[in-house]
Structure formats: C-alpha cells, structure tokens
C-alpha cells in the first residue's frame, strides 16, 4: 500500500505545500518552461522535462554576496544573506536530483563550502516525480541514473494514473508527507506506478572515464569543435554545471554589489589569466574541457559523472554538438600507441 | 523529396571529393545527418575520404556562414555551401572584411525550405513538418553569390524571386516565401501595443535571457574581435544576468547589426529561451527602409550599406 492523493486533488496539496515555503513547479513562463514559484495564476506542467533545469533555485544565475563602498581608507562591507528561507522543488526528475548531487559534490564537499549554495541546499526540500514518458532527448539509464526514483530526494512521487503516490524518505520528507495528511489530502492505494517507457536516444557510456584518461591529445576535439559556437548554453541550462564567476556591479568608482554570476568554460574569457595569458586559446581546448570535465574529471574527483543524462544540451545546442554522439564517438576512437 | 536529397548530396559529395582531393580548398564547410531523422547539423571535412559524411535534406537549417570567423586569419581556402539565406552572410563578412573572398569557394544549393522540428510529434518516424518561419518569409531563396552551384539552383541579387533548381518544385509546395507580405507582422503587432502593454512584453523578454550568446555567436554580422560583452572589465557592461542587463546587452546587440542584419533568422532559431529578437531586427530593418530607402543587407556587395557610408548632403537633423 502506498499513500497517494488523487490527480484531481494536486492544486489542494500545491496550494497546502505553498503556505510551508515557496513552493518551486515546473511550469511555462513567458513560453519557456523551468521551475518557478508556485502561484494563482501558475499552471504546472509535470507532464515533461523543463527546458531551464532546476538549478537555479539553488545556484541563481546572480546572486548578491556583500555590498561595499570604500572611500579612501573608510571600507566598509555589508555581507548579504544566503537565506531564502524554506523552499519546495516539486516535481524533480530523477536526472535533476541527480544534478543537485554533482553540485552538492562541489559547493559541500572535499573542505570547499560555499555558504550561498549549502543555506539554500539547507533549506530546500525536495521532492522527485518517477518518470513515465521519456523525452526524445534523454538517456539518464545510460548515466547510472533511475528514471522511475531517485534515493537521495526528500519525497518521491510516483505516477499512478489517476493519482500521485508519495514516499518520504528524509524527515524533511516525513513533514512535508504529514502536513498533506494533516489536510485530509492522502488516500491509501494499492495501484503500482506506471512503468517508465522507451528511451528514443540510444547510447553506452560504459568505460567512457578510462577511454578519456589516454585522449587528451585526439584529434577528435578538433573535429568536434569546429562546429561549436562557443555559446553558454548548454552550460547555462545544465543542471550539472557549476561554473560562476565573482564580478562587480558598480554604482560608482567607489561602492557597489559583487555578485556571483553563471559563468562556462565555453568562453573565451572564462580562463583568461591576468597578463593575457589564455591556457584554452581555441574551441579545441574549450571543447575538450566541457566534455574531459563531464565525462573524466569528475568521476575521477567525485566517482560520479557529471552528466546525469537529462537532454537539456541535445535539445537546445544550436549546432547539435550532442554528448552521446561524443561519448559514441570516443569509444569508437582509436588511440595510438 | 526523398530521391532530390539523395541526388543532391550525391553531387555535394562528389563536388567536396573533387576540391579537397585536387587540394583547391583545404576544408568543407557542410551538413551531415545527425542523431534522428529531423537533425542535420554542421560539419567540417578535411579529407576527401569524409564526403561521404556529407548531407543534404530539409532540416540542415544551420547558417554556416558565421563558423567561417575562426578562419579569418587563416590563409587556407575553404569551401562552404550555402542555401539562398546563408549566401547573404558570405557578403556580410566579405563587406566586413573579416573574410577575403578569394579564401573561400561558394557552393550555391537550391533550397527546399526548412522544417520546423519544434513541430515534430514522432522522433522515431520520419513526417511532413511544417516550414520555419524564416522559410515562409523567404525573399532570397536562391544564392546571391557562388563560385559553383549544385542542383542546378540559378544565381541572383533579384528579390522575391522564385526558387530555382531541383527543390523548385518543393519550394513552391512547401511554401516558402509565401509569407513574404507578413515580414513585418510582429513589429507591427508590437507597435500596437499600449506603452505599458509593450514595456510588459519586453519585460518577460528580457527576464528571460540567461546571457549565453547563442544569437551572438551564430550571427554573420556579429563579427566583432573582441565583443564588449565578453568582458567586464572596463566597467561598460557586467555579467549579471538582471532584466536591466539583459536589455541593455539585446539593444545593443540589435543597435550593432542594424543595417548589417541579413536576415537569415539563425539567432531566434537557436535562443534557447525563445525570444522574438527577429522583431527587434525587422524593427531596426523597417526605420531604416524609411529612413534611407529600402535595404536588403547582404546582397549586393558593392553597395554600402546606409550606415557604413556617408554623404556629403546627408541631412543632419540632429544638428
Ligand atoms: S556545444 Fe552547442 S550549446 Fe555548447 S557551446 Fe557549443 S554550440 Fe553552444
Ligand atoms: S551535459 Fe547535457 S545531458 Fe548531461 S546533464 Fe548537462 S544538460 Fe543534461
Ligand atoms: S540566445 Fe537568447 S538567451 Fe542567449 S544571449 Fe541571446 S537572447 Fe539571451
Ligand atoms: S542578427 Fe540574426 S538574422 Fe541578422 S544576420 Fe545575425 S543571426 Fe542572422
């Protein structure tokens, strides 16, 4: 038996969750679709993958760190509060869940915290949606992720046809679980949820981080990147990506916000060092590093790879410079020697 | 439509065997199928072995004029194909002078008019799509200018003409240019609009760019070294992606292609957040028609374009 509520009954639990904290939804705004704050006039769309990954709840795209001003020796700083207060991430896929490890990896762990992102990480509960459908872009079975659960969330939800299941796993989850019994909103169900269907996308990644240990210098980075634009959005829309960079907004010569703002490898400027030197000089190198990160770095420093699968990329890179067909690619590579 | 692409890549294989193999160019600029049915995205050969990599069908929508940048220091000559649209961002480089025009061969192909995959309801099965918007508002369906054409596609500066070649027939099926009337639908729409109304609808425009430069990046005509937006360092611009920021970063973007923009719609196509920038360029392209005489970018490279050029008699109203 399963606790579940009804699907006729998700604007009550919705409307219940959002008197406990900003309640984040997928939903469509301004035709784009990504998590937003849960509204009356919000309709949420749990029936697809957003396009904007959920991220952002956590690591906006700019955030605030501290106010200054300093005039002559008179500095003087004010810090700015990480706190949001308590937020909901409703409906999460699996592959979303997953991207929040990949940067609970590194905003928490190996003695790097970044309190910005641990406040908000904190505060937040979250709860995943088992997925039934997949996207004509995903392949999170091939990145080790399950798209019918994922274990590390606070609840998870599991479609039942008519109605939803829910599955605490943290106290965080039990809470939120009792406060929807509290409002008389669960039923008890027997039903099993629906299984998820066929992935159009195929591919393997299996051996990817070794392959990559001895291709640093393949000519396929080359032949990769010569389509690429060097834009930012597949970094921008990745739920994995973590790259910012700390930059001012300036009210005059003398006082001002810094911020930390999104930032990718993909730009030129991103590893600029001070004195011109640039270390990634062309696409080539700027190529690489997205996918040697993605594929071999990461699991090298965190045992997991740092692409959970989602699509997002696939769907929205202008060139189709698609990640599986790298990974395909790269197996099927010769290496000398 | 089938046996017209297989033919037409046939011959833009043969063609890019023949000129890497002879060495006259030392890359090929091109399509190639990708993952499903309805992607055909870029690809750069080196050898004559990879034309077989070659493709061509209605979804190799990419302009690839704007990847012809990372060689403009080179000395290689490179041969690139071009569709009617495309064709227009050859001259802007070369009136930019980012490109010397004897470093690149231009390969005319006829076009059939792109499908729309935001349209595709089956990833597994092949089905008819409906056309781009750029397509249906098509003017230039033929190449304004080539040094060698396959499918038998006519060469011509002359706007609104038919599409040529062996797409022809396609083209006119499909729609393209049917649309031509309504290039100015949007900005007129958005003209309407009550202040409040206008600045509402720009608002949630400009809440939405997360500053990626995708429609940077894919432009012909933004084509600048060193941009300003890509650093923040002499404190004209800066990185926060705020509404503020973002319009300021999507006026100037427009503001610096005006009079240079040729159209080709590559930046809405690839804004992962779907804004209309197309409106803001047609509205530049409109005050600019009123201004100066009607314009089309990119067509005839020995014509200036109205703000690159000045005249003695130029009226000075500002003064
Ligand atoms: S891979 Fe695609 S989305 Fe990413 S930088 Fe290159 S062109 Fe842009
Ligand atoms: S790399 Fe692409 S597919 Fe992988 S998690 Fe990031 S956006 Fe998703
Ligand atoms: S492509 Fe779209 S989101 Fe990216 S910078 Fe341009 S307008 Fe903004
Ligand atoms: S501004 Fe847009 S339509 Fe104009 S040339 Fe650049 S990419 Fe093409």
Redesign the interface.
């Known amino acids: 038996m399963l606790k579940a509520f009804p699907k006729d009954k998700l604007t009550a639990v919705l409307d219940t969750l959002a008197k406990q904290a900003t309640l984040w939804v997928p939903s469509v705004v301004a035709s784009v679709s990504r998590f937003a704050p849960y509204g009356p006039d919000r309709e949420v769309q749990l029936g697809a993958n957003t396009v904007m990954s959920p991220k952002e709840a956590l690591f906006p795209a700019t955030e605030k760190i501290y106010e200054y001003s300093a005039y002559g020796i008179d500095g003087e700083f004010t810090p700015v509060d990480p706190s949001v207060g308590p937020q909901i991430l409703f409906g999460l896929r699996s592959c979303d869940m997953q991207g929040i490890l990949c940067l609970d990896d590194v905003f928490l762990t190996r003695g790097y915290v970044d309190d910005y992102y641990a406040k908000k990480r904190e505060e937040a509960t979250l709860v995943t949606l088992g997925c039934v459908t997949p996207g004509p872009d995903c392949f999170c079975y091939a990145m080790g992720v399950n798209p019918a659960e994922h274990e590390a969330s606070d609840a998870q939800l599991f479609d039942l046809g008519d109605a939803y299941g829910i599955v605490a796993r943290t106290a965080k989850g039990e809470a939120l679980v009792s406060a929807l019994a509290a409002a008389g909103l669960l039923v008890e169900s027997n039903k099993a949820p629906l299984p998820t269907g066929d992935f159009v996308l195929k591919v393997d990644a299996e051996g990817i981080t070794e392959k990559l240990q001895h291709m640093f210098d393949h000519p396929l980075w080359d032949a990769f990147s010569r389509k690429c634009l060097n834009c930012g959005a597949c970094a921008y829309i990745c739920p994995t990506c973590h790259c910012f960079d700390i930059s001012d907004k300036k009210r005059n010569a003398h006082c001002g916000v810094k911020i930390k703002c999104w930032d990718t490898c993909m730009y030129a400027e991103y590893a600029l060092m001070a004195g011109g030197h640039n270390p990634r000089p062309s696409k080539k190198e700027r190529v690489r590093q997205r996918f040697m990160h993605k594929l071999r770095y990461f699991p090298e420093r965190y045992g997991k790879l740092q692409c959970t699968g989602c699509g997002r990329c696939i769907a929205k890179c202008p060139v189709n410079l698609e990640i599986t067909d790298v990974i395909q690619q790269v197996r099927e590579a010769k290496i000398d020697g | 439509m089938r046996e017209i692409n297989a033919k037409l890549t046939q011959e833009m294989g043969d063609l890019a065997r023949d000129l890497l193999a002879s060495g006259e160019v030392k890359g090929v600029f091109g399509w190639t199928k990708?993952?499903?049915w309805y992607?055909t995205?870029?690809?750069?050969i080196t050898k004559p072995e990879e034309a077989d990599q070659l493709c061509y069908d209605e979804f190799a929508v990419?302009n690839l004029t704007?990847?012809l940048l990372?060689f403009r220091d080179s000395q290689d000559k490179i041969a690139i194909f071009v569709k009617g649209c495309d064709s227009r961002g050859i001259v802007r480089l070369v009136q930019d002078n980012q490109l010397k025009r004897e470093n690149v061969l231009v390969i005319g192909v006829p076009c059939p008019g792109m499908g729309d995959k935001g349209a595709?309801t089956d990833?597994?099965q092949a089905q008819e799509l409906p056309l781009l918007a750029k397509c249906l508002e098509c003017r230039y369906p033929n190449p304004v200018l080539a040094d060698r054409t396959i499918g038998g596609v006519t060469v011509t500066t002359e706007p609104s003409a038919a599409p040529s070649g062996a797409t022809a027939e396609a083209a006119k099926g499909r729609g393209v240019g049917s649309k031509q009337a309504d290039r100015f639908a949007q900005v007129e729409a958005i003209e309407k609009m009550s202040p409040d109304e206008r600045s509402a609808f720009w608002q949630?425009?400009n809440?939405?760019c997360?500053?990626?430069?995708?429609c940077?990046?894919?432009c012909p005509a933004c084509n600048c070294r060193e941009c300003i937006f890509?650093?923040?360092k002499k404190?004209w611009v800066?990185?926060?992606?705020?509404p503020t920021d973002n319009a300021f970063f999507g006026i100037t973007r427009a503001m610096h292609v005006a009079g240079r923009c040729v159209e080709c719609g590559?930046c809405e196509?690839?804004c992962?957040?779907?804004i209309p920038i197309m409106a803001m360029n047609r509205k530049l392209i409109g005050d600019l028609n009123e201004l100066f005489g009607p314009y089309d970018a990119g067509v005839k490279p020995e014509e200036k374009p109205p703000l690159g050029a000045f005249k003695l008699d130029d009226p000075e109203e500002f003064m």
């Open positions: 990708g993952s499903r992607l995205p870029p690809v750069f990419n704007g990847l990372d595709v990833h597994r949630a425009q809440e939405k997360i500053r990626c430069y995708a940077r990046n894919i890509d650093s923040d404190n800066n990185k926060a992606a705020t590559e196509r690839v992962p957040m779907d």
